[in-house]
């Protein structure tokens, strides 16, 4: 076929030079691909395009009137000038109609530097105004506690109202008013509810919407950018730390397409501010009379080993355990494994919120089947146990373009979850397993059990499941679904019957042809899997001989020793608080950024771990993809790095191979054992079999962890807690 | 407690069922309009967010619409409010003079409300009865040849029957 | 001739009602098409003979629009009529709604007929309540008779025709604007391309016509494309209604042949009010610019005359007025009028028609400087051909032909900072 050929692309010329493109491309994208520089300011590549601004007129060959360039299809032979004389006449005559009612305050504007509005005027604005009257003021609105607005500075591009409704998903920002007495805003008082308001800073080609905690702390010119990993969930958004004099004075996203694409959540952007709130700066040891003093570190190093000795030459090595952040970084996590298992214990576990164990090594590890990118083109999205958009918010906006794009979702969740996509069946319910059981009933009841042997599990057990309409509609749709995925989250893996509940998940996908997705907690619980920091087996999943314990029996059994490593436990860890001081009976380490209760109360040793965006480190997010990080500051005062606290520990106890120079040489060995070179792990073969009975079938489901509560930083985070204190509605409530 | 009325609610289903089932929303100026003149001509945000939720759509997109048109208010109206067109054809024949008057008449000057909340003026733009200028409307009529310097008395006689509505 | 096409009723007692209507051959069209089963081709073809071009203002030929509908596509397709009548000058789409509505009813049907849109709308601008009232009262004795809704006369067709009524925007009566307002939204224009016969109303193909134009079809197809045609020029047939108002002793709507001299025109409204002089004309609508009358004299009312006179047919809508007008208090007046009724969407008419107004403003009450002349010819040339819709457009020629004809008057409020004439009004 010769002219399918031909049809895959058209020429063009713009500025007399010939390009070759795709068609149904806008000129300003190809235009943008080749590097050559068009003027805009409504038009940006993830949102829709509104062709307002008209800043992107561009001279098209026998159209009558220049043509905005981001509304402007390519066609075959079409001739495009964007510098012609004709073409900057209608530029600049776009410059000078936005800039009569724009505010001459660029000197005290914080976009000032990094404002497409300031440097595009270098170039197509005049020295001076021609218009003589007063200014447009418009007044100014209160957003809450991260968006800060200026509202005269704002030219109207719409950038802010799309990103609400389609990307938000929630519509709170709109243009109320006509002509030139139009505002763009809210209407009414109103804090902004989105879990991602602030990339409308990120978008704002002015200076109308500013980082509120950011607000005149620095010019832009004057930051240094480090690239990093955000540590609030599995998603690995990427950021870049933006840092003056060694001091963190904001995060903004980097594009990344794979991963996050444009945005990064509030959580991310603001956690930030929490950062060095009641840090650990020093270690310290508690003192005869009960108080925890101040020293140096080769004094409290000595009193870990010391301790730490002596309990096993009484009690041996599984008298000492370990409970890690799941947040901790790849290098962390093998580290602490490391020293452990060099102790003679398994006691090793990240795992915080959970409370099920039993499917151990069974399970698999929590991993998505599929890449970030591949979840927009789902047909049938199953969601088990998740309140996704507040766990994983980057990845829920995926799911969300899937709907757009027409999948349907159905969830099994309690009452008080809702979504900014469309839900086609919900099972609103207060036990998880009952009905996860009866889609899997159902489909086995298709014929589709295959050689799993669910029989015993689903029908001919001791408990009779109750097959409900929507769990008939459930199963139609992950059959029917071309593309269906089961996405089992975190309130799933928190579930008392977490065990029964993974593997009817699995049961599910396998039957009804879908992928199974998985995740839980923290910024790594993939790399504390792979790392070994699980009590089962080591990194690169070597069987351990004797399995440890978990973090639930660490706490109801607690450890003559124990290391708590980047845990606030009494916020981190799932259980009442007298379970949780439990922990403190034995001799206590923590290595911590926070001063917190139980450290405060508890522990023997405290070393001041660095904290956020303080020590390189490595994730692994959901996918399964390896990204490393530096650090951007230097630790704060008497703060280490965790590798280096841990390289140390284990050199101190004489343990062997803990002469490790660099953290790449510890991630290295880690990827090493993981057997991954491509910075991508690949879905593992899980070793699963049908359990014969439901367990605890009566289990009440947890409560999700509300947005700003996720962890220890995000907790800190003034600016977070307050607008948490501002939204009404939703879970943050509850 | 819903401040719609049932039978405004009725004569807004009446306009849902005019549009295809999943445009709901195109409904929307119709009972913004029905919810105003059910309120004593103006809107609150209370009204607009019950039109909201009756049409299920986004808060500030019934705000956008309802700030958007000019036949909406969104502060407190006298009971009669006289639209005075003063554009091309109704200022050629002598909407100034029509303005004046009911100025002087009422008290107010355009944009205000009387103080016994009988009457706001509002300037409007062309209500299209050029031919008939100059015109205003008042709630669901058109008051045409009201020129002064013709029809001396019309503006008192429009005056007049408002205000035995009352 | 007049009085022929749209107004051809309106003599009758209770011109409105249905029985009206029928007394006068009413209806009879659709029903030929519907027994008989012509061809939307077929029909289209002779709408193409009679060179009915778009009553609206943009004077667009109706078959050719209509031919431009995806009709074998599948799916719902609409026909939505604009009677936002709201363009200063324009008021006879009224009077079509208030003396003739079946025939608008009637010319709608089959205009579905046509392009396969089993719905329709009608958008009546909100202020018009009495008229609104009249097309609603028409709609229930047309659908009582069987001649709309579902089956229409036994014939199989089905068309479902609305009211929408708006709610004060100007701006609506822009096609793409308009098409959002039905859907609820606020009325601002669409970017185009995609045109409303791709994507209209609700994304779907769409046609939008003119209220006359639309009432028009009836007669049209009764009398045959010829007829019409021959009505008015080659260039453009029929008797079109034409809007006079301002300084004239009789003004009105007047339906006659298209092609007919201004001076006719002004005889048939009373001639310039007594004992003044005509001094300028408006001749299509406030969007169009203003010709001296003089030249005006020569001109006869089509759209290539009027052209050669640098202005436009536009809707017909004949601003006259007479030596007493001070012509920057009228611009004024004009500005100001764009500038509350820009949507505010785009930059270019957001900003400059707010500029426009307050420079003419500022001339009118004797502030203006030398330089503002110029700036506002500059300005308007600036918002000329960058906007998303027409409506900056309409807003930059009024100021533009102003400045051109009157300047001397612009300088001497500059100068003086009066009028330079004398007016009682």
Redesign the interface.
Known sequence: MESSAEQNIVNIEINDISLQVEPGQMLIEVADANGVAIPRFCYHKKLSTSANCRMCLVEVEKAPKMLPACATQVMNGMKVWTKSPKAIAAQKSVMEFLLINHPLDCPVCDQGGECDLQDIAMGYGGDQTRYQERRRIVKDKDYGALVSTEMSRCIHCTRCVRFGEEVGGIAEIGGTGRGDHMEIGTYVQKSLSSELSGNIIDLCPVGALLSKPFLYSARAWELQSYLSIAPHDAVGSNIKIQTRNGKIMRVVPADNEEVNESWISDRDRFSYLGANESRVTSPMVRNSSGNLVETNWQAALDTVIKSFTEIIATDGGSAVGAIASPSSSVEEFYLLQKFMRGLGSNNIDFRLQQQDFSAGAEQSAPKLELSLQEIETQNSIFIIGSDIQREQPLLSHRVRKATLAGAVVSTINPKTIEFNFAISTSVKTDKLTPALAGVAKELLSRGLGGDLNLEQLLTDGAVNIAVEAEHKEIADSLVNGENSMVLLGALAYRDQNQSRIYSLATAISKMSNSSLNIVTEGANALGGVLAGAVPYHSAGKVEVSECGVDVAEMISNPPKGVVLFGVEADKDLAGDDSAIDSLGSGFVVAITPFMDRLTYEHADVVLPLAGFGESSGTFVNAEGRWQSFSGAVKPLGEARPGWKILRVLGSSAELQGFELDSSEQVLNEVKALCDVTADKSEPEISNWSAPTDLGNIEAEMVKPIPLYEVDAVVRRSAPLQEQAKKLTGGVDDV | MSMISDSARSDIENWVDKYPAEEKQSAVMAALRIVQDENSGSLTTELMNEVATLLEMPEIAVYEVATFYSMYELKLVGRHKICVCTNISCMLNNSKAVVDKLEDKLGVKLGETTADGEFTLKEVECLGACVNAPVVQVGENYYEHLNPAINPDKIDQLLAELRGES | MANQVCFRNNHLENSWSLSAYQSNGGYEVLKKILSEKLTPEELIEDIKLSNLRGRGGAGFPTGLKWSFMPRTVDG?KYIVCNSD???????K??DILRYNPHQLIEGMIIAGYCIDASVG?NYI??????PY?RFEAALEEARAAGLLGDDILGSGFNFQL?S???????VCGEETALLN???????QPR?K?PFPAGFGL?GRPTTINNTESLASIPVILAKGGQWFLEQGLPSAGGEKLF?????VNR???YEVPMGMPFSELLEMAGGVRDGHQLKAV?PGG?STPVVPGEQMMDVNMDYDSIASAGSMLGAG?V?V?DET?CMPR?LT??AY?Y??????????C??????LS??TQRIEDGVGVAADIE?LD?VAG??E????CALGDAAAMPVRSFLKHYRDEFQYHIDHKKCMVES??
């Not at chain 3, 957001?350 to 500029?355: C, F, I, L, S």
């Open positions: 719902q009548e709201g363009e200063p000058g324009t008021c789409d009224r709308y601008r909100g202020e018009f309540w009495e009232a609305h929408h009524l708006g709610a004060g925007a100007y307002s039905i859907e609820g939204k606020k009325g970017f391309p609700y809007s006079v108002s301002g300084h003004p009105g709507n408006i406030s809508s601003i007025m007008t009228v007046r004009l009028f500038y509350e009724e820009s949507c505010g969407q785009c930059t270019p957001r900003e400059g028609t707010g500029w307050r420079v700036l500059s600036n918002i051909g960058t906007t998303i009682d009004w």
